[in-house]
């Protein structure tokens, strides 16, 4: 008997959807067991990095456009105001210049519209959603994993993935650590519309609050209050006492930051106090594997708690699609996690102590260090964290496999290493056509089994090349590299009066720079795609980017492509349109390209004897 995986949810939250719509698209059955009686949840908001909007976009879908049209897409010039108590402004952080730089934008948005999001993708997708009860208590077994639910009913599945939150019972079965750690603040949230604040970002510092403002989208703001204070003293009072107490304790402030508080819809207030947890090494027992805040709860200070879950989602959902053995699946996704949640926890903790002030010289002190430094979270480490990036857009889908099976690769067996492919946008405008378009190849790669990095147009933003400029450009040390691990290469370029893109020929220039002798990129398959209206244009650009490829030692035996827009993905199995069709000969061309090489026994090297 042939049957699809089987995967139950704990926890229809943020992590809990985003893990179902991934999955549940990739082909496997997903259940979401949900406590709640209905999937909602409130109107706080959240903004999405351009980490965690890469992770959205890597879901499947329709989740990343949904996000974009229901919240407040970061513009490339955009600044967020940071003021003190009394409105002054001590500096204008260009947040809008963190999207220009990791090729996604920042997205303020509310909690409610992404949930929602993911909730409808997930049913889209083919997920269950089971409400009114909760995971209990699991047992392992070789084969598969018994769930106990709060209704005592037991579901039996091949994995279990615990993402029920900071209390979660799936952690408390598996590690026993414990209750979370209370960080010595707590948490009033809401919404204004009508502010004379306007439509742009706000840090108001005072002592021992902190007031972070945020428009999501309709002409609303949504704001939180980081109250220093001891445990359970603020969500006792409830919303609409919260909220006045929290008016009287800003007295004296700036008055439209008063007036933004005393005049947010009651119903819409969320008090919570803020609790953590120190990272952990083990995430998984068997057949079971955390996610989200069960895996890593963190305080908000970073802004980072959705975006990690949706970054847990991705990855596990790859994990699960491309190995034989759920086992090995859920250890493999645990590797790639626990580093980089354990680092972004205890840095989110870190920066929340930094705001954490209650007394006049501190206040001083964060006042002074925020005005040099221009920007609130005066960070370098924090380009880490937020420029992280899915290792492919999407795996193969898995098979089906028989129930009989037993669910571990033979002894002995080992899977072909996947091509690698690079794919460089020349366009500098984020979101561009060109862009889109090495969005839509990238997909494709991935869909046919290959790991994939796309570098847009922000990316490759280099400064005029140089000899040397690889040892002293963080970005350009960093395309190098993948062009090194590439076994293929796809170029896409706007066509500009007959050429290629003078960004897309500067960043191709720095492949000069690549230490070694000949031949630059080493025989490796180069994709061509022009895109403009202009028939003779395209054509002089497809010409361009050929020869390009061949200065460069490349093998661009795959056909150019030329075309006006990105090609319309059909619904299910429908057909592809015509230019979807030429884009799709060019990817499958490249990949047979591609997957010669991977199949090589010798090192993909680029720019070094081999």
Known sequence: MVMRRSVTVAGGGIGGLAAAAAMAGRGFDVTVVERASRIDSGGSGLV??????????????????????????????????LMDASGTVLAEEPIGATGR???????????????????????????????????????????????????????????????????????????????????GYT??????????????????????????????????????AKITSPAGIWPPLGPATAQRRLTETLEGWYGPVVALVRDADSADIV??????????????????????????????????GANMALEDAIVLADAMASHPSVTAALDAYARERVGRAASVVLRSRHRGSLDEVTDRAAVSRRNARTRSAGRKDADPGLTAVVGWRPRSVRRERPRPFEATAADHPKE???????????????????????????????????????????????????????????????????????????????????????????????????????????????GRAIGTVAVGAGAQGAVATLTTLRTIG?????????????????????????????????????????????????????????????
């Open 412 to 522: 002995g067996v080992h899977a072909m290493r996947a091509p690698h492919i690079v794919l460089v946008s020349g366009s500098l405008r984020v979101g561009s056509t060109s862009d889109q378009v090495a969005g839509w190849c990238a997909r494709e790669c991935a869909d046919r089994g290959a790991t994939v990095r796309v570098f847009t147009g922000a990316e490759i933003d280099f400064p005029a090349y140089r000899p040397g400029i690889g040892a002293t450009h963080e970005g350009v040390a960093g395309f190098l590299e993948e062009l090194r691990r590439a076994d293929g290469v796809v170029l896409v370029s706007p066509t500009y009066h007959a050429t290629v893109s003078g960004l897309l020929k500067n960043a191709l220039d720095c492949v000069n720079d690549i230490d070694g002798p000949l031949p630059y990129l080493d």
């Open 550 to 610: 061949h200065a460069l030692r490349g093998w661009p035996t795959p056909s150019g492509v030329t075309m006006t827009k990105v090609p319309v993905r059909p619904t299910a199995d429908g057909p592809l349109s015509p230019d979807g069709e030429r884009l799709a000969q060019m990817v499958s061309q490249l990949m047979w390209l591609a997957g010669t090489r991977a199949a090589a026994t010798r090192p993909a090297l680029l720019g070094a004897a081999a």
């Open 271 to 304: 008090v919570t106090d803020i609790y953590d947890r120190d990272p952990v090494s083990r995430w998984t027992d068997g057949r079971v594997v955390l996610l989200g805040d069960a895996a890593h709860p963190m305080v908000p200070a970073l802004g980072q």
């Open 187 to 224: 948490s009033v949230r809401g919404r204004t519309s009508g502010s004379v604040l306007g439509q742009r970002g706000h840090v108001v510092s005072g002592r021992g609050v902190q007031l972070f403002v945020t428009p999501v989208g309709g002409g609303t703001l949504h704001w939180t």
């Open 48 to 81: 999405l990095h351009p980490n965690g909007v890469w992770a959205a976009d890597a879901l499947g879908g329709q989740i990343g456009s949904r996000v974009r049209a229901a919240g407040h897409v970061t513009a490339d010039d955009e600044v967020r105001v």
């Open 101 to 183: 730089k990791f090729g996604a934008p920042q997205i303020s948005v509310l909690r409610r519209a992404l949930h929602r999001a993911l909730l409808d993708e997930a049913l889209a997708a083919g997920a269950s959603v089971r409400l009114a009860t909760a995971v209990e208590d699991y047992l392992t077994h070789e084969s598969h994993v018994s769930v106990r639910l709060g209704d005592d009913s037991t579901i039996v599945c091949d994995a279990l993935v615990g993402a029920d939150g900071i209390d979660s019972a799936v952690r408390r079965r598996m590690l026993g650590d414990g209750p979370p750690q209370y960080r």
